[in-house]
């Protein structure tokens, strides 16, 4: 039987020599102070055993990382509906691109770039307050991480709100083409606030594993969503998780992953159990250059890859 607290450690001293490679975002000046030396490594498995390297328990901000959940709880409110609003094919552009939105009628290509992101939070708070929403998702993610501690870091969303005018313009283009059911200011408040939302690698490791297990957490027994939604949330973060570097992360790694600009990235292993990473010196593309690394070796070592 693979060992997978060994394939953990030796993917964590491998991808540890390139520490503080990558660029840490400041575009959101909160983000811009982070050390660049962090690396934290988890692995969550359905038995509740959690293997960890290096930084595993110290928080950072998950950042585009929440797009998923948000998915997972919109499609569970409001069903299939979802696709009216948001497509499934990836973009191959950055994640923050307008372009496409233009020439496709205000529907974001797929729900984890920012626009569909943005547009999933609006079908999400489906008529509630954006403070019912966010607290809907912190509620869900503290019972997944079994932490109740895990909360919106009000530092990064107050600062991703002040430097937020490429959001802002995402969200008035969509509101522009009438496929927005919910205030901009509204949603934005919500989408700033779930990116926000501050975990460590243990804590994002074990609110993935229902993603893994057919929507089922393994840790309560709860089924959280459908068996074939999360098949399919797994098949859009295959795609569309890193953005113009989805290919490339497929390619290396052969598992669904999202990343986020704060440095960390969730990985499924279906069937298996769930990886977070944290570093937070970024790739070109936005993804954690030394977690996806990582990342690599440790996929290939426990054998985990899907292909
Ligand atoms: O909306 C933004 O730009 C950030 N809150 C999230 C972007 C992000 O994490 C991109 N991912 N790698």
């Not at 997978?4 to 575009?27: M, N, Q, S, T």
């Not at 811009?32 to 928080?59: C, N």
């Not at 008529?127 to 909360?151: K, M, P, Y």
């Not at 459908?226 to 290919?247: E, P, Q, T, V, W």
């Amino acid at each position: 039987m693979t060992d997978l607290a060994r394939c953990v450690a030796e993917a964590y001293d491998i991808a540890l020599p390139h520490r503080g490679e990558g660029k840490v975002a400041d575009y959101i000046p909160a983000l811009a102070g982070v050390d660049p030396q962090h690396f934290g490594f988890a692995l969550a498995l359905p038995d509740g055993t959690v293997h960890t390297a290096g930084d595993a328990d110290i928080s950072f901000s998950i950042q585009s990382v929440s797009k998923v959940f948000t998915l997972a709880l919109a499609l569970r409110r409001v069903g299939s509906a979802l696709w009216d609003s948001v497509g499934r094919e990836p973009s191959g552009s950055a994640f923050n691109s307008i372009v496409q939105l233009e020439s496709e009628a205000g529907i974001p290509r797929n729900p984890l770039i920012n626009a569909g992101a943005i547009a999933t939070t609006d079908r999400l708070i489906d008529g509630r307050s954006g403070d019912a929403t966010i607290a809907e998702i912190l509620d869900f993610i503290r019972a997944r991480a079994c932490d109740h501690a895990v909360d919106v870091d009000l530092n990064v969303a107050a600062s991703e709100s002040e430097t937020g005018a490429r959001n802002r313009s995402l969200t008035h283009f969509m509101d522009a083409f009438g496929t927005l059911r919910h205030p901009v200011e509204t949603v934005l408040g919500v989408y700033f606030r779930q990116c926000a939302i501050a975990m460590s690698c243990r804590q994002l490791a074990r609110a993935g594993l229902f993603l893994a297990m057919e929507g089922r957490d393994p840790l309560g027994g709860e089924q959280l969503i459908d068996a074939h939604r999360a098949r399919r949330i797994n098949a859009i973060m295959m795609l569309c998780g890193h953005y113009d570097n989805s290919g490339e992360f497929a390619f290396r790694v052969g598992l669904p992953g999202k990343s986020g600009v704060g440095g960390g990235i969730l990985c499924i292993a279906p069937g298996h159990g769930s990886i977070a990473v944290w570093s937070p010196g970024l790739n070109d593309a936005g993804t954690s250059l030394v977690g996806a690394i990582a990342l690599e070796h440790f996929a290939y070592a426990a054998g985990w890859s899907v292909f």
